[in-house]
Each structure stands twice: as C-alpha cells, then as structure tokens.
C-alpha cells in the first residue's frame, strides 16, 4: 500500500544522510518513477526534503529535523509488530507499552499518514479466536513470558490426558495459533512445542540460557506444524452423531483439520442423528476425540474401536455412579 511505503521511505531517509532515487527505490524494491512519485507525496505531506546536485548527490532529510518517533522504548517497539492483537498484547504484558507506541507513532506521522492509519483501524479488527471457542487464559503465561525476554530457564510440571510430567526448559519463544498459546522451547537438546493452558506448575529460575545460533521462531513454526499436519488419518470410522456431537465437530477437530477428518456427514434422521465416516489417528488419539463428542457418538465399525469406547463408558458409569 502506498501509506506502508511512504512510511517506510520516511524511516529509510532518516537513516541514511543522503541516497538517490535509484539508491531508495532499489532499497524499497520500487521503480525509479514510482520513487520520484512518492518522494512528491513526501513532501506534499509537509516533510521537508532537499535535494542536492552533484556526483554525490540525492535527496535527503532537512538537518535537524526528524519524524518524531526517537521516544520509542524496546517495549514498545516490541508490541508495534502486534498492535492488531490487543488481547495478545494483554497476555504478554504490553498492553499499555502497544498503547504508548501507537501514540508515539501517531504524533510523528505527517496528517495523511496520521488520516490513512486511523481509517485502516476503524475498518479492521483480528479476532484471533475460532468459532465456538475462547482464547486462552492460561496462568502460566506471565511467566513463560517473562522467561522468554529474560532468556532464564524455566522448570514447569505439564499435563498431558491424565498424567503430568516435570520438565527443565529453555523457553525461546510464543506463539498464538487460533487463540490458543504455545510456548517452544529446547529440551535436551531438541526443540518442543508445550500448550501453555496445560502446564500446571511453573518456577522462574535465575539461570540465564545461551539463545541456539540462527533459530528462527517463526520459520521453525512453520515447519513443525507441516509435519503436524501430515498425521496419518488412516483409521477409518463409521458413526451416528447427535445433533450436539455435530456441532462440536469443530471444537473438538479444529476448524483447519475439519474437512480432512470429516469425510461424509448424512442428513439427521427423525431421532437427530446423522451418520458420518471419519478419518482418525489411530490409537489414544482417535479414542479421546470420539470421548470428547460423547455423549453424542455411537461407533458403527470398526467393533474393536465400538468396544473400547463402551469400556471407556462403563468406567465412567462406575466410577460416577452412585456412592
């Protein structure tokens, strides 16, 4: 967009003492008469260029003067990557250093800068939860976030299903994925992704950890949830779905995984329930998503699978019965 351009060429100016046309639009990756064009609106917006002739010539900042956003402090320049995300900023702490930053950079924009970023804010907002969902609250959050910018190692006791487990861990960064966050960390020697909602117990050690050279959060994300994705959904299920259990196909599933593991859905008979053919991992994994729709779920085939569901029902029934 031209405003994020006329941004960014305003900082480039700042930095350099002086750089021709041909010099910012290759830095801008922009053609030399679209350069010319914006260095125009530059200065239509009142920031005062000169242009100096000669061999080493170009255009350049009038000295002395400057955008006005010299007052912004690591926090804030931190939140300006996330400022679409209040509710993230909020569970990391930065809400009010996103609210400063914003001011900050409003204050130093020329007027039709100032005008452009506030009608993009009027006219968009992130909802980063999915439907039928809430975002996470989780309490050990403050903390992994804490650890993270330290760079301090952190000792937390995790539950995964029924069982909890006790892990030292350098946490390297955050990630919020559909309202949901994850903290990734290395774990002797190896790199692991832990739901933060799910860790139970968490102490801030003073150890300071050695960051691995060249690790790119956001890179390695990418490729640890392309294998995740690639899950072999070969067990093949046969079932009637209540109309509830049908509606938290989505909770339970994911809304991005819905169409790969939902293979048919019928239409609901007199009695509510459809028939549906689903795609699952085999093994605890399957098992525990057919738990979380029950009520609602009755296994047609395959009969092993029918069976240990009814186990799991009678467990349930036994233990929850009457005293």
Do not use: C
Request: proline share 4%.
């Amino acid at each position: 967009m031209k405003a994020e351009r006329l941004v960014a060429l305003l900082f480039t100016l700042q930095r350099r003492r002086s750089a021709t046309a041909a010099e910012l639009a290759e830095e801008l990756g922009v053609s030399e008469r679209t350069m010319h064009r914006d260095l125009a609106a530059l200065r239509d917006a009142g920031v005062p260029l000169w242009t100096e002739q000669g061999r080493y010539g170009g255009f350049r900042l009038i000295d002395g003067w400057r955008a006005g956003l010299d007052g912004l402090t690591a926090r804030e320049a931190v939140a300006l990557f996330a400022l679409g995300v209040p509710d993230a900023l909020a569970g990391l702490g930065l809400d009010t250093a996103g609210s400063a930053a914003r001011a900050k950079v409003s204050a130093g924009m020329p007027a039709e800068l100032r005008e452009h970023a506030a009608l993009v804010a009027g006219r968009f907002h992130l909802d980063a939860p999915g439907w039928w969902g809430t975002a996470d609250e989780p309490p050990a959050l403050s903390a992994a976030a804490r650890a993270v910018w330290a760079q301090r190692r952190l000792a937390i006791t995790y539950r995964r299903r029924d069982k909890e487990f006790e892990r030292e861990l350098d946490p390297l960064g955050l990630v919020l994925k559909a309202g949901v966050w994850y903290v990734v960390a290395r774990v002797d020697g190896s790199f692991r992704t832990y739901r933060v909602s799910r860790i139970l117990r968490v102490a801030e050690s003073a150890e300071v950890f050695e960051r691995p050279a060249g690790f790119d959060l956001a890179q390695w994300w990418r490729a640890s949830s392309a294998t995740f994705e690639q899950v072999d959904r070969s067990l093949r299920v046969k079932a009637r779905l209540s109309r509830l259990a049908v509606r938290e196909l989505r909770r339970v599933f994911g809304g991005e995984h819905l169409a790969d593991t939902v293979v048919a859905l019928g239409e609901p008979g007199a009695d509510g329930w459809a028939e549906a053919e689903l795609a699952l991992e085999g093994g605890e994994i399957g098992l525990g998503q057919l738990v979380a729709l029950s009520p609602g779920v009755e296994v047609l085939d395959p009969p092993e699978l029918r069976a240990e569901l009814a186990k799991i029902g009678a467990e349930l029934a036994a233990r929850n019965g009457q005293r």
